[in-house]
């Protein structure tokens, strides 16, 4: 695994952490609704270079507004 791979995956657990703590639900359910819309995939990782420059609050609206948009209720 590349180091690039290994901080996406990083910052895809923080990130998931920082929502679960947000919205109060279990890592694992919040996972798995995210992970269904794809927010992740097609999200998260391919807009990592953008995003983990972007400060904590700003990041987990942003994300959350993603995954609201995709269907995911938060």
């Known amino acids: 695994m590349s180091e690039i791979e ?10 998931l ?11 694992v359910h919040l996972y798995h609704e995210l992970e269904q819309a ?20 700003y990041l987990v609206d942003d994300v959350a507004d993603y995954a609201r948009n995709r269907g995911v209720i938060l």
């Open 17 to 27: 952490y920082r929502l679960a703590d947000r919205f109060q639900q279990p890592a």
């Open 38 to 57: 794809k927010v992740f995939e097609e999200y998260v990782i391919p807009y990592y270079d953008v995003l983990h420059t972007l400060g904590e609050e």
């Open 6 to 15: 290994r901080r996406k995956i990083d910052f895809s657990i923080f990130l």
